[in-house]
C-alpha cells in the first residue's frame, strides 16, 4: 500500500524558511515513481509546486516558486524534500505530496494518483 506522509509545516513571518518532508512507503523513490509537491489556498485550485524523478534525475518547479524553493531527495530514507525560502505571504497554503507511478513528470495534478494528508504552512506579513 502506498503511503505518503508529509510533515514540518508551520507558521512562519515573510521571507523565512520552512522545509517540508513527505516519507513514503509502498514503492521506492528509484523505480520511477514521479514526486510532486503541490498547494491549495482557500478558494483556490490545487496547483504544482515542483516534481522530482531521481531514477531521471529531473527536477521542475513552478515559476512563482523558481530560485525560492528546492526539491531534493534523501533514498536511503524514501524521503522527499522541499525547502522553501524567501517566504511570500502568497504561498501561504495546504501543501500536499503526491506520487504518480504512470512516469508522469510535471505539475499536473490529476495524473497524481497517491496523496499525502496535507500540511499548512502560513506565512504572515
Known amino acids: 500500500e502506498v503511503q505518503l506522509v508529509e510533515s514540518g509545516g508551520g507558521l512562519v513571518q515573510a521571507g523565512g524558511s520552512v522545509r517540508l518532508s513527505c516519507a513514503a512507503s509502498?514503492?521506492?523513490?528509484?523505480?520511477?515513481?514521479?514526486i510532486g509537491w503541490f498547494r491549495q489556498a482557500p478558494g483556490k485550485e490545487r496547483e504544482g509546486v515542483s516534481c522530482l524523478s531521481v531514477r531521471e534525475r529531473l527536477t521542475d518547479y513552478a515559476d512563482s516558486v523558481k530560485g525560492r524553493f528546492t526539491i531534493s531527495s534523501d533514498n536511503a530514507k524514501n524521503t522527499v524534500y522541499l525547502q522553501m525560502n524567501s517566504l511570500k505571504p502568497p504561498d501561504t497554503a495546504v501543501y500536499y505530496c503526491?506520487?504518480?507511478?504512470?512516469?508522469?513528470?510535471?505539475?499536473?495534478?490529476?495524473?497524481?494518483?497517491?496523496w499525502g494528508q496535507g500540511t499548512q504552512v502560513t506565512v504572515s506579513s
Open positions: 503526491a506520487a504518480n507511478g504512470k512516469h508522469y513528470f510535471g505539475l499536473d495534478p490529476s495524473e497524481y494518483n497517491y
Open positions: 509502498g514503492f521506492t523513490l528509484d523505480d520511477g515513481h514521479v
